[in-house]
């Protein structure tokens, strides 16, 4: 029998269900309410209403991470430009072409191109190389994840053929993101280049890390706030993995319970969105990419990145980039979707239009 606080919980879980919206402060009360019971009823709906939009299709995209240079010095991430052993590579565009026809060959259609805020990703050098993806791949997808740019910039890049942008907010509460960010940087500031994409035309992704260091329900639910506020195609959300030569070293990683709980809340208020197991899900738990699906997922993103890239692209300590993880790993990938009853299947994944 579920006790009093967790038929208050199911309650709400049923509410956003139904609605697809909350009031901030039942956000806050269901992100306080976690329990692994009212997770599993919370995966349960939303594997059914994933099950509805999108059958048991799982989309893959094709991660290439063109550069680990970046100007930027956020406190978690292990590619910030005051770690001086970083090792840092950008590959040419040779190398992200030779990528992608690995990838399509593989049968990747969506390829995303990650990097830090390299000042040598200029408009011309990264319209060059989309434009050449898609006169080359005309069914593909090209996502773009390089951080915040002018809105002259993106706009470039997407009359050069840029179909989505991924930039994850980080924290939707200000106190947080300041916490988590040099002064330089701000939600604002991270916002307005949100609204900018989607003003564009792009099919927009933000995201946010889970257990990053400070976070609170509250926290947590300005993020779930935010996606209902956005309405983005995407939402990108992992657990906050510790760097060794970052400020946070000696943090506490986030929870894959709670990751996938919130993953399941996010499938309920917009059962359209894209939703990946992301990487540091499977790095926390051998088995994230499966839980990731059963919390109510629907895209996992492999590592399309040549080999000598790999481990050079350090976020976070002891990044998985193989296996599942990895883009010479799919049959696998699809071996484990299979056992948790997903299909991989061959396809750009774009969202079902609202
Ligand atoms: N732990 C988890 N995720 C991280 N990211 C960066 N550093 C870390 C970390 N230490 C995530 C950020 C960023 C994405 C590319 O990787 O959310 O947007």
């Given amino acids: 029998m579920p006790d009093a606080g967790e038929s208050r919980g199911r309650e709400l879980v049923d509410l956003l269900a139904r609605e697809h ?170 916002l307005s280049c949100l609204r900018d994409l989607r003003e564009i035309g792009y099919q927009v992704g933000c995201g946010f890390m889970v257990g990053s260091p400070g976070q609170t329900p509250a926290s947590l639910a300005r993020d779930l706030r935010l996606v209902e506020e956005l309405r983005p195609e995407m939402c990108g959300i992992g657990p906050f993995v510790p760097h060794h030569a970052t400020p946070f070293a000696e943090e506490a990683a986030g929870s894959v319970a709670l990751t996938c709980y919130l993953l399941s809340l996010l499938r309920l208020l917009d059962p359209r969105l894209l939703l990946p197991a992301t990487t540091a899900l499977a790095t926390l738990d051998p088995r994230g990419c499966e839980r990731g699906m059963l919390a109510g997922a629907n895209v996992v993103m492999p590592n399309l990145s040549p080999m000598a890239a790999r481990e050079k692209y350090e976020l976070y300590d002891n990044k998985a980039h193989a296996g599942s993880e990895a883009a010479e790993g799919l049959a696998e990938l699809r071996r484990r979707m299979e056992l948790v009853g997903c299909r991989v299947v061959v396809d750009r994944g774009d969202a079902r239009r609202r």
């Fill in 21 to 190: 919206s909350l009031t901030p402060e039942q956000y806050e009360e269901l992100v306080r309410s976690f329990s692994p019971a009212l997770a599993a009823y919370a995966a349960e709906l939303a594997t059914a209403a994933r099950r509805e939009v999108y059958g048991d299709d799982v989309f893959i995209r094709g991660l290439i991470e063109v550069s680990s240079y970046c100007r930027n010095d956020c406190l978690y991430c292990g590619l910030r430009r005051s770690n001086r052993s970083a090792k840092r590579y950008r590959l040419s565009p040779e190398a992200i072409l030779a990528c992608c026809e690995r990838g399509y060959e593989l049968g990747f259609r969506t390829f995303v191109l990650q990097g830090g805020e390299d000042p040598a990703l200029t408009d011309a050098a990264v319209c060059d190389v989309v434009s050449a993806i898609k006169s080359a791949r005309p069914d593909c997808a090209v996502t773009l994840s390089l951080g915040e740019r002018s809105h002259e910039s993106y706009q470039a890049l997407f009359d050069a053929g840029a179909d989505r942008y991924l930039l994850r907010h980080e924290t939707a509460d200000p106190a947080h993101y300041a916490r988590l960010h040099p002064a330089e940087l701000t939600l604002e500031r991270r």
